[in-house]
């Protein structure tokens, strides 16, 4: 940015609403376009779009909005990768095992911090807090997949819920499943 050229990553999800950065994160990123004259956009399908601008433009043709709850399905079956969907999102691992994208806590720092953040300013509606959950299911049969084998009795689903919370109702609400 610095040396004069513009940047437009899907790389980083944070920054696509670099309100959420920390202070020295956003003096550096602001400081480095005002040196270089340039721009810097973040974007990606999710996040980026689907739990982020697409609600915020949809919210538009509202009268009324009490609640927005968002879901996305995501059939692990064909992919073909078990270092992502075995080794860290722990498909096929039994229940009690924490895979590595369960080490997230929170929701602040998130993937889909800058989300959740991102409607609830477009909206004007102050968040009281933010919340993360997680459920697993398994399976009662052994399943061969393309990625590889989930044996019964382990993680066959999952959903990661992120909750905007206003006066203690969860009012933005994110589900991967």
Same mark, same amino acid.
């Given at each position: 940015?610095?040396s004069?050229?513009?940047?437009?990553?899907?790389?980083?999800?944070?920054?696509?609403?670099p309100? =959420?950065?920390?202070?020295?994160?956003? +003096?550096?990123?602001?400081?480095?376009? @005002? *040196?270089?004259?340039?721009?810097?956009? #973040?974007?990606?399908i999710?996040?980026?779009?689907?739990?982020d601008?697409?609600?915020?433009?949809?919210?538009?043709i509202?009268?009324?909005?009490?609640?927005i709850?968002?879901?996305?399905?995501?059939?692990m079956?064909?992919?073909?990768?078990?270092?992502?969907?075995?080794?860290? =999102?722990g498909?096929?691992?039994?229940? +009690?095992?924490?895979?590595?994208?369960? @080490? *997230?806590?929170?929701?602040?720092?998130s #993937?889909?911090?800058?989300?959740?953040?991102l409607?609830?300013?477009?909206?004007?509606t102050?968040?009281?807090e933010?919340?993360?959950l997680?459920?697993?299911?398994?399976?009662?049969?052994d399943?061969?997949?393309a990625?590889?084998?989930?044996?019964?009795?382990?993680?066959?689903?999952?959903?990661?819920?992120?909750?905007?919370?206003?006066?203690?109702?969860?009012?933005?609400?994110?589900?991967?499943?």
């Amino acid at each position: 940015l610095a040396s004069g050229k513009n940047v437009v990553s899907t790389a980083v999800s944070t920054h696509i609403y670099p309100a =959420i950065l920390d202070d020295e994160t956003l +003096e550096r990123l602001e400081g480095a376009c @005002l *040196e270089g004259k340039t721009s810097f956009h #973040s974007s990606g399908i999710n996040p980026g779009f689907a739990l982020d601008v697409l609600p915020i433009t949809l919210s538009s043709i509202a009268g009324r909005i009490d609640r927005i709850h968002l879901t996305e399905l995501v059939d692990m079956s064909g992919y073909t990768s078990g270092a992502i969907v075995h080794d860290f =999102i722990g498909m096929g691992m039994p229940p +009690e095992i924490d895979a590595p994208m369960d @080490l *997230e806590k929170e929701v602040r720092g998130s #993937s889909f911090h800058a989300s959740l953040q991102l409607v609830a300013d477009a909206l004007r509606t102050p968040l009281s807090e933010m919340r993360l959950l997680r459920e697993k299911a398994v399976t009662d049969v052994d399943l061969n997949l393309a990625w590889g084998r989930v044996p019964a009795g382990t993680t066959a689903a999952r959903r990661t819920r992120y909750e905007g919370i206003v006066a203690g109702e969860p009012r933005i609400l994110f589900d991967i499943v």
